[in-house]
């Protein structure tokens, strides 16, 4: 399948997007409209949110809300993955090597890495910077879900400890 989006005031650009479940996500985040082979699937400034979520339906996608935002999954849940994919920013301030990792549920772009869950992307970030300190490493999860947190609020282990000391 091609997938293009249509931003607002520009012209349509083919995405890189592995099915149409990703596809709508890249162009809800851009808030563009989605087409699908040539055919407009959704259009979130142009089209009644009713007519949206009756098209996604159509093509196989159940539209949700949760945390007042619009999610979407596969209607068959065999479709569905918990995998995660994250981007990984390196920069510099004030002298100091950090990092920035954006966290989706989805393929927001070609270069990002697969993931099966957060512990694994933890354990990932341990092994693989240890140069950079944990409290310059900033985790942004996007979605339904949304949260960010430093990484050394994470235990090498894989717990996640919370400021009164829990874990989750």
Same mark, same amino acid.
């Given at each position: 399948m091609k997938y293009e989006i249509a931003p607002a005031y520009q012209g349509r650009k083919e995405i890189s997007a592995e099915d149409l479940l990703t596809a709508v996500h890249i162009s809800l985040n851009q808030e563009a409209d989605l087409f699908e082979d040539g055919k407009l699937i959704c259009s979130w400034l142009g089209l009644p949110m009713d007519q949206n979520i009756e098209n996604l339906h159509r093509k196989g996608i159940t539209t949700y /809300?949760?945390?007042? $935002?619009?999610?979407?999954?596969?209607?068959?849940?065999?479709?569905?993955?918990?995998? #995660?994919? %994250?981007?990984?920013?390196?920069?510099?301030w004030e002298g100091e090597d950090m990092l $920035? /990792?954006? =966290?989706?549920h989805y393929r927001a772009s #070609?270069?990002?890495?697969?993931? +099966? +869950? !957060?512990?694994? !992307?933890?354990?990932? !970030?341990?092994? +693989?910077?240890p140069d950079i300190?944990?409290?310059? #490493?900033? /985790?942004? =999860?996007?979605?339904?879900?949304?949260?960010?947190?430093? !990484?050394?609020? /994470?235990?090498?282990?894989? %717990?996640?400890v919370l400021a009164g000391g829990d874990s989750f």
């Open positions: /809300v949760q945390s007042h $935002q619009y999610s979407f999954k596969w209607t068959d849940e065999n479709k569905n993955s918990n995998k #995660i994919f %994250a981007m990984f920013l390196p920069h510099v $920035q /990792v954006n =966290v989706h #070609i270069n990002e890495r697969e993931f +099966n +869950n !957060l512990d694994e !992307l933890h354990q990932f !970030l341990f092994r +693989n910077y300190m944990p409290s310059f #490493i900033s /985790v942004w =999860v996007f979605g339904g879900e949304s949260k960010n947190y430093r !990484l050394n609020s /994470v235990s090498p282990e894989g %717990a996640t």
